[in-house]
């Protein structure tokens, strides 16, 4: 099993910009990036295929978040720009065999990093 370690989580004002990264122990063939903002379900935010590089994201993030791997350090990036209160929520990283937005379709899961965005 693929282990994943997250990082880049912080407080920021609205309109800022965060950075997030998750290193992965070995290579999966799909990377997403989930979130749970406090008393809602997990959700659906990014993917990446490994390989391919396709990217697919929610409609509540896209053209403000950018998902990115390097492939040679094993890591992948969710850099979140023009960032909303509503954004405000514990992201994790998950890595799968499949190209999907469900999470039972991910096997590694990271330990969840905290981003908090104050209006």
């Known amino acids: 099993q693929v282990q994943l370690v997250e990082s880049g989580g912080g407080s920021v004002q609205a309109g800022d910009s965060l950075r997030l990264s998750c290193a992965a122990s070995?290579?999966?063939?799909?990377m997403s990036w989930f979130r749970q903002a406090p008393g809602k379900e997990r959700e659906f935010v990014a993917l990446?295929?490994?390989?391919?590089?396709?990217?697919y994201y929610a409609e509540s993030v896209e053209g403000r978040f950018t998902i990115s791997k390097d492939n040679a350090q094993n890591t992948v990036y969710l850099q979140m720009d023009s960032l909303k209160p509503e954004d405000t929520a514990v992201y994790y990283c998950?890595?799968?065999?499949?190209?999907?937005?469900?999470?039972?379709?991910?096997?590694?899961w990271g330990q969840g990093t905290q981003v908090t965005v104050s209006a």
């Open positions: 998950a890595g799968g065999s499949r190209y999907s937005l469900l999470q039972t379709e991910y096997t590694s």
């Open positions: 070995g290579g999966p063939f799909t």
């Open positions: 990446i295929g490994w390989s391919t590089g396709t990217t």
